[in-house]
């Protein structure tokens, strides 16, 4: 039995195949219909979502699937103390299939311990995020035409954003790809992950302007400074509008470059910058379904 708890779970060949797939989804949707059908997917959500648990259900919905679930933790056991492997051995007696996300950093390994059948991490912590990660791959692919060769800068958050550290994990497997990390020095990327690109021989670099590198990117990945990481409120509001991207920005970036975000934004992209072409947010939420159909297909064994 596969899960998905890190993006590293699967090979670069998996993730391609499964990229491959989200594509002929697109293109064939009627193909997959019933694809699902008798089976059930879980949805259990210890945090806040909006696009991670509904797409997951819009995803098993459009393969013919049934779901169930909760949307908080106030209204599962877990509000009487249960732990994380008593749900999980609980809802696996109910569904096919769980995508969770929970505030602690590893809940999904526990969870993979007791599990009669495969989960996903739909974002522990301030950890990982896999499943945001297929969708950003999805996009940049489809927006760039490759996985290689780009120069991406990620700006924002990049020391409690999850986002940030499965897509630098993922995209760290591909060739030629040079990373620019723009953060202010206390939101800079946690060492292990420097540490990670260093050992690879990746090109990498941090800096503190945005404005500096903006003319070198091919892809430009904006984030939420992460207030629900935040142990003191006058730290998150001194940092939280460090960078806001505003239409002026944009004129020094390259014609073909992509503005990237997992959403939701607060204030890091200014909503004047929503209409210009190389803003792909809202595709990259769409490519968030797909994915999760390729996904959901792929570990339930129904991929030749
Ligand atoms: C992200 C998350 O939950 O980490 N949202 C998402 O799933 N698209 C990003 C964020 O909350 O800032």
Redesign the pocket.
Known sequence: MRHLVDITDFSVQEIDDMLRLSEDIIDDRAKYAEAMHGKKLATLFF?P?T??RLSFEAAMMELGGNVLGFSSSDSSSAAKGESVSDTIRTVGCYADVIAM?HPKEGAPMAAIKHSTVPIIN??DGGHN?PT?TLTDLLTIKREKGRLNDLVVGLCGDLKF???VHSLINALARYSGIQFVLISPPELKIPDYIKRMLTDNGFRWREVESLDEVMPDLDVLYM??V?KERFFNEADYVRLKDSYILTPEKLKQAKKDMIVMH???RVNEISVKVDDDPRACYFRQVEN?KFVRMALILTLMGEVE
Do not use: I, K, V
Request: charged share 25%; aromatic share 0%; glycine share 16%.
């Open positions: 945090e979502s696009r991670t996300r739909a974002g995020h945001q954003g999850r986002t984030t939420r992460q997992p959403l939701p968030g």
